[in-house]
């Protein structure tokens, strides 16, 4: 009996939705699974079948040792329909660079009106605002502890409600302001707010303190942090999601390309496209590049030998360029390029032609946004070069600036980068605020404020004296902090490694895979059956291990 491998999509290091068949009988995963579901899993749960006596088939022990040990990167090969190409190629000119999937679930900036468009860039509208090109901001609130708090005397706490989980509170007397400034930090967010101190005749504890901020804090009593690196470790967190580096696709779609396939086989650059990669950026050697690499190879020439990086208003961005990573000689699919622009958020499409680019011809459930730029003849330079562009985004992806001109064309190269980097960037902004994003977010942020409360904890009370607790390293507690932020995504895996290192300084129970939670032996009546160190009950197992390959972004 043989097992063939029917189709999966991309999307890293967590999998993908795989389909079997065998012989005439069909098993297919629920259309349902995705990121979120097989974070959910157990980390060994291969979804076994297993015969009626109980015992699994020799070729199924064989396919599941193959995928957990195995390089994943044959599972994401899928089989792609025919594309429709008939009415595009036929239909001569006049098509707009994006057009809307069959299914939808995408919008399009500008919107279409009746399918067709005819730009020109002499004809009036809305011109570039200069001013108007501002980079979002996606946590405005993440630098105040940094900011206000470090550089002034202030205390921290740290407490479990049984409802809300853990909490961490810091306390700030501003004496020149006369006021009192609180930052409480729950599993969702973080409450901030300042008092005038005319308001208290005795300051108030810290659980008062805590109850203004959220009235839905029952814990009794916090605990205050005396460990000496707490104001790093609390930083690191408030500012986990904030990031000065940025790592976009580009895919280069020639006349008549209508499927992922042709525009990702594509090797040879054109003049125009180098002119257009050189608008963007700079053409660098990856070999020992020092800069933000964005997960390419700079030791071993495993993602090619050159990239495109610029740097723009204090942010480091890399592009993942399709024509430059590796081409794999026999694969339609060419998975080396797309595992790089695959795991990317933002994805910029270069079109020479006038063959329309569908919003989801790119199978990747990170990929949440396009910016296609089609180049056209300018009208007031005989000669000249002008750029059209178009956006297209997932449904639950925010709108986000700047604002497209009217007519959406841009005859000057260096406005048409500002633009561009600026839309970029928003655009991975925006996206993160997409339901896949954001509940792996809550998720992130969950695990690191256990993790943050757990370390506080534990290091405090190595600070007083317990000697049972003296055993225990702050290394990975000061690691963890001065790695910074990365990405929401490596600071998941972060918090995991970091959590499960505790847990064995610690010597607490963990829940193992299939089995229910052990209760700490000093939880009492009416706490969260969830201690400190112990792992969200939705991961299903103690340890996540990183199975992205060794020269991605570590």
């Known amino acids: 009996m043989s097992f063939t491998r029917k189709r999966s999509f991309t999307f890293g290091a967590y999998g993908g939705v795989d389909r079997f068949s065998c012989g005439d009988e069909k098993r297919a995963q629920p259309a349902g699974d995705n990121i979120l579901d097989i974070l959910d899993s157990p980390a060994g749960d291969s979804r076994s079948v297993q015969s009626d006596g109980g015992n699994l088939k020799e070729t199924e022990l064989f396919e599941i040792i193959e995928k957990l040990q195995g390089s994943r990167i044959n599972e994401q090969r899928c089989e792609f329909p025919l594309p429709l190409k008939s009415q595009f190629l036929t239909a001569g000119g006049g098509w707009p660079l994006i057009v809307p999937s069959e299914t939808g679930g995408y919008w399009i900036q500008p919107p279409l009106d009746g399918g067709l468009v005819s730009v020109s860039p002499t004809s009036p509208g809305q011109s570039p605002d200069l001013d108007n090109y501002d980079i979002m901001e996606r946590d405005r609130e993440a630098t105040v502890y940094r900011q206000v708090f470090c550089t002034r005397y202030h205390h921290s706490f740290t407490a479990i409600d049984p409802s809300l989980g853990p909490l961490v509170l810091s306390v700030c007397l501003e004496e020149e302001e006369k006021k009192l400034r609180l930052i409480l930090r729950l599993k969702e967010s973080s409450l901030h707010g300042h008092f005038s101190l005319c308001l208290f005749p005795v300051i108030p504890s810290s659980v008062e303190l805590a109850k203004m901020l959220c009235d839905k804090v029952t814990v009794s009593k916090f605990e205050p942090v005396s460990f000496l690196k707490a104001p790093e470790l609390i930083t690191a967190f408030d500012e986990h999601r904030v990031s000065l580096n940025f790592k976009f696709g580009i895919l280069y779609q020639r006349e008549g390309q209508l499927s992922e396939e042709e525009i990702l086989s594509n090797n040879h650059e054109s003049d125009d496209f180098k002119e257009f990669l050189s608008i963007l950026g700079e053409t660098v050697l990856l ?105 297209t985004a997932r449904d639950d992806v925010p709108p986000f600036g700047p604002v497209i001109p009217d007519p959406p064309v841009f005859t000057d190269p260096s406005l048409l980068r500002q633009f561009l980097l600026t839309k970029l960037i928003n655009a991975e902004i925006s996206c993160y605020k997409a339901e896949c994003f954001s509940r792996l977010e809550l998720r992130t942020r969950s695990l690191l404020l256990e993790t943050l409360q757990a370390e506080l904890s534990t290091r405090s009370q190595c600070m007083m004296g317990d000697s049972s607790l003296s055993a225990l390293s702050c290394s990975d507690s000061v690691r963890a902090a001065s790695e910074g932020s990365g990405g929401f995504i490596e600071n998941f895996k972060r918090a995991i490694r970091v959590r499960s290192h505790s847990l064995d300084m610690l010597g607490a129970p963990k829940k193992m895979s299939g089995g229910a939670p052990q209760k700490p032996k000093t939880q009492k009546d009416g706490e969260s059956d969830k201690s400190p160190g112990s792992l969200p009950e939705s991961l299903g197992s103690t340890e996540v291990k990183d199975q992205a390959s060794p020269q991605e972004e570590p």
């Open 287 to 391: 070999q020992g590049f020092t800069r933000f690499r964005g997960g390419l190879d700079v030791s071993h020439g495993q993602t090619g030998s050159e990239a495109v990086f610029t740097s723009f208003q204090g942010r480091e961005i890399m592009f993942h360029v399709a024509t430059k990573l590796p081409f794999t000689e026999g694969d339609p699919q060419q998975l080396q390029r797309k595992r790089h622009i695959g795991n990317d958020i933002v994805a910029l499409i270069y079109q020479e032609g006038q063959t329309p680019f569908f919003s989801d011809i790119i199978k990747s459930q990170f990929l949440h946004c396009f910016l296609v730029v089609r180049r056209i003849q300018s009208e007031e330079d005989a000669g000249g070069a002008a750029y059209q562009v178009s956006v």
